[in-house]
């Protein structure tokens, strides 16, 4: 199993970055995708979900409107378009994926957002 993340960077305030997890090894359609991201210092917290299908998505209040998560099940990858960055959302990036009790996770990205 794997989960590959990549797209990150070092992006100006205000500025877009998108995010993508290769997924291989499972069965991708079956499992809902997440990011989650860890600053420094802080803990790990849930930043956008999507159903296995791609018919519900959900975000934590901090990245509403700015954040969206989609999935593409014939290429085995799950997107995070993440414009009008700020700050404080200068941290790694982790892709998960979830069915029941089976869960992933990739190896996390870096994400600086700063001037």
């Known amino acids: 199993v794997q989960l590959v993340e990549s797209g990150g960077g070092l992006v100006q305030p205000g500025g877009s970055l998108r995010l993508s997890c290769a997924a291989s090894g499972f069965t991708f359609s079956s499992y809902a995708m997440r990011w989650y991201r860890q600053a420094p210092g802080k803990e790990r917290e849930l930043v956008a979900g999507i159903s296995s299908g791609g018919g519900s998505t959900n975000y934590a209040d901090s990245v509403k409107g700015r954040f969206t998560i989609s999935r593409d099940n014939a290429k085995n990858t799950v997107y995070l378009q993440m414009n009008s960055l700020k700050p404080e959302d200068t941290a790694v990036y982790y892709c998960?994926?979830?069915?029941?009790?089976?869960?992933?996770w990739g190896q996390g990205i870096q994400v600086t957002v700063a001037s």
């Open positions: 998960n994926a979830l069915r029941g009790y089976n869960a992933y």
